[in-house]
């Protein structure tokens, strides 16, 4: 199950990545973003070699990472509603099947039986592909003054991080091999098979049950 697991995480990873690839030749980078950037790595190596002091460097690099992100904030909420509609609505109508899980024939359940709910779905790939960070990016990008909007991304991406690492390591810890995303979530990842497997047998221990009926 664990290799099942790794499998269907590589597929929808690859998956995202060819999502991002097509928004961002859809929407390519404007030349300011272009001039920003060049401005930004200027910022980096006058820091790294100390023409600028620290305070300097998170100011000046803060307001041109906060102008970059303004201007590709098209780009990034139509990441966020293609990682929404991948990781929540799609398995949602499609029996918890990601691509991924689909290939793998897994699927994502409710651990007690119940039936799958969309805030379950975003909880659990909050921790494993950062739906609830590109939320709160795009929210605080309208909230926040630039000069906090850096500091506050920054520490966001360092916890969503610290949560990626945490989560494997309680799925590589725990005896059931459920991992941090799936305790809070409330679900478990299932083989199909093994579920057609129990269902069939079902079906056969209620025909056996009912020729011993009418046999006695």
Known sequence: MRILRIK????????VLLALGVIQF??????YVT???VEQSTIMEDYLAHRISYQDYLQNYGEVYYQISLEQQTTSLL???FM???FVLLPYFWKGRTVGCYLCNVE???FDQGVLHPWQLFVRYSFTFGLFYLFLSNVLLLVLPSQNYFSVI???SVFQFVLVLFNALTILIRKEKRGLHELLSNTELTKIIDKKKIEELEKQK???AEQESKTS
Do not use: H, Q
């Open 26 to 31: 859809c929407l390519p980078k404007s030349k």
């Open 35 to 37: 001039t920003l950037e």
């Open 206 to 208: 209620i025909l056996m």
């Open 84 to 86: 929404i509609s991948y």
């Open 154 to 156: 920054s520490i966001l």
């Open 8 to 15: 269907a995480y590589i597929i929808d990873f690859l998956v």
């Open 79 to 81: 990441y966020f509603l």
């Open 108 to 110: 994502v359940e409710r």
